[in-house]
């Protein structure tokens, strides 16, 4: 086949794919902003946001909703490219920051935090993902020198295993400390940490943006040096990559992201394992396409389960 | 003209020791074999010319200065390494691994460039590859891709190749392929190259300089008529081999050999 007329087929392709994921987002947030203890219908919504709705409507859509769902779709942003610079950088197609225990690790950082500062004052909850932060690369850093110190080496294997021993310690430490938490900071910890967005509110968005942006702009400049490293480290190292230094930086987005993406939604496993799987599939390994496209199926299915969670067994709600 | 060689090299993986003061030189401009029996270390040695491998002790020198001390992209620019059984992302054509070769030359940001893409296309006109260039990797048989991975080194543009067993697991045909293809580079671009050949007889047919390695030492170099001699195979592998002239190119070939009884 003609090399111009593949590549354009190519971008056809691609582009098919991600309007046809960006439908399901936006039916999604649909669904999600009309559903909830009190249903709003289409018209409604339309009412409420072109500035008609009653003071109730503007509530429930404005503080409690949408909050939530943008929410959800940062989250989903956040986690799923992670997921795709962890799998890429230790070339573990298992890997997932919530396997890997780095979930875990800033939840319990979140909760020593909460222990400590409370939820109440937005100016705890604006260092929170600086506290998650510390307890993700906390996480990595403890998984990576079990490793070293038992002479391991780092194959994928060994870092699945390791990273499932390291969730369940810290797990069972983060439930620990939940047990001193007093009521208000008992309700949030716990719907927090099963991955609930329950309690989402501005404050969180806005304490999350600046991070996620930089982050994913960061991911996204590495997707030539991601190509590289797909082809295993001796090839990589002859292109002239410089293997170590690369992936300590790639690995450090990685941290950051998941480390933001949980200090305000809790630990939701998996969305870093099957998004960029996912995304592979639909349109191949260069991470010039995978990584957005990576991105905007993570938000989807956060989306998507968040709202499934919501209306589900109405008027209470699942755990995401 | 690239010249790489080794001074006072020691090499080494955890505790054990593979290659301990080495001096070697890769001529320049010319097609060079590393020969010798499985564990002899030439693997080793080719990874700490492409400076993948870092010496215990000594030095490796490209162009007279030490490798160790030039920044990867540098090095990059001036050898390219293919190492034994390289492994792709599936889903990968044969364009797009093919152009991960000027990933050294390629600015920080930006697309390929008009003279990336021209390389590219030139690289796969050169190793018959063209009407490959939108199939999968994965699906290609084990000739097409080694020619695939050969053509990516060959698009990095560099004075020197490294190659490490690269006509291994291939057919009668498709060695003769890729060797013929490294000629071609050798004797139209002047490429040096360097590989690691278990073939005797094609170590000797298509290279100006054998090197025969024993134990992370050399047993003999030069021209393959100095090195193709019983005594060197004797040492080396542990063979009683007659060497014979190969009828169609007058180049020395062992075709019978047996065991010696002294084999360690």
């Not at chain 1, 690369?137 to 080496?153: C, N, P, Q, T, V």
């Not at chain 1, 390791?162 to 069972?172: C, D, H, K, Y």
């Not at chain 1, 930089?214 to 990589?236: F, H, N, P, Q, S």
């Not at chain 1, 170590?244 to 870093?272: D, H, P, R, T």
Request: net charge neutral; glycine share 8%.
């Amino acid at each position: 086949m003609d090399l111009e007329v593949y590549q354009r087929k190519q971008k056809r392709r691609n582009t098919a794919i991600i309007i046809a994921f960006f439908m399901m987002l936006l039916l999604s947030v649909l669904i999600s902003m009309r559903s909830g203890y009190s249903s709003l219908s289409v018209t409604d919504i339309l009412r409420v946001i072109l500035g008609g709705g009653s003071e109730n409507e503007e509530l429930v859509l404005f503080s409690f909703r949408l909050p939530r769902i943008v929410l959800s779709i940062m989250v989903g942003m956040g986690l799923a490219t992670a997921g795709c610079l962890l799998q890429a950088v230790t070339g573990n197609a298992l890997a997932d920051t919530g396997i890997l225990g780095i979930n875990a690790g800033a939840g319990l950082m979140v909760v020593l935090y909460v222990i400590a500062f409370g939820t109440q004052s937005a100016s705890a909850i604006f260092t929170l993902p600086f506290a998650a932060l510390l307890g993700a690369s906390g996480a990595f850093l403890l998984i990576y020198l079990l490793i070293k110190k038992r002479d391991l080496g780092i194959s994928p294997f060994s870092m699945v295993m390791t990273g499932i021993a390291v969730q369940a310690g810290l797990s069972a430490l983060t439930t620990l400390m939940v047990i001193k938490l007093d009521d208000t900071q008992y309700a949030f910890v716990s719907s927090w940490q099963s991955g609930s967005i329950w309690g989402a509110n501005w404050t969180f968005v806005l304490a999350v943006l600046p991070w996620l942006c930089i982050l994913l702009i960061a991911a996204m400049c590495k997707a030539r040096v991601l190509d590289i490293l797909g082809l295993r480290e001796e090839t990589a190292a002859g292109l002239g990559l410089r293997i170590k230094k690369e992936q300590q930086g790639i690995l450090l987005i990685a941290v950051g992201l998941a480390g933001a993406c949980v200090s305000v939604s809790g630990s939701i496993s998996f969305v870093g394992l099957m998004a960029p799987h996912i995304a592979r599939r639909l349109v191949g390994p260069r991470h010039n396409t995978l990584m957005p496209v990576c991105a905007l199926v993570g938000s989807v299915l956060v989306s998507v389960a968040d709202t499934i969670a919501r209306v589900i067994i109405q008027p209470s709600s699942l755990p995401t | 003209m690239n010249v790489i060689e080794t001074k006072n090299l020691d090499l080494a993986y955890e505790d054990h020791q593979v290659v301990v003061n080495l001096n070697l030189t890769i001529p320049a401009g010319k097609i060079t074999s590393l020969i010798g029996p499985n564990g002899c270390g030439k693997s080793t040695i080719l990874k700490a010319l492409g400076r993948i491998l870092k010496p215990r002790g000594g030095f490796v020198y490209l162009n007279s200065r030490d490798i160790q001390q030039l920044p990867t992209k540098t090095v990059a620019k001036a050898l390219s390494i293919l190492p034994q059984a390289p492994v792709a992302p599936s889903g990968l054509t044969v364009w797009e691994l093919v152009s991960y070769g000027r990933f050294p030359r390629r600015k920080t940001i930006g697309k390929l460039t008009a003279e990336d893409r021209e390389i590219i296309d030139w690289t796969l006109e050169e190793t018959n590859l063209a009407d490959l260039g939108t199939a999968v990797v994965d699906n290609l048989s084990g000739g097409q891709r080694q020619r695939v991975w050969i053509a990516m080194a060959i698009a990095q543009q560099t004075e020197l190749i490294l190659l490490d067993e690269p006509t291994t697991y291939l057919d009668l045909a498709y060695q003769l392929e890729v060797l013929e293809m490294l000629e071609k580079l050798n004797r139209e671009r002047n490429c040096t190259i360097a590989m690691v050949l278990h073939d005797l007889n094609l170590a000797s047919r298509f290279s100006d300089y054998l090197i025969a390695v024993l134990d992370g030492r050399i047993i003999a170099e030069g021209s393959a008529e100095a090195v193709m001699v019983p005594a060197v195979l004797h040492d080396t592998f542990g063979i009683d081999g007659e060497i014979t002239q190969d009828p169609r190119t007058g180049k020395p070939a062992c075709i019978s050999y047996h065991l010696t009884t002294s084999r360690k």
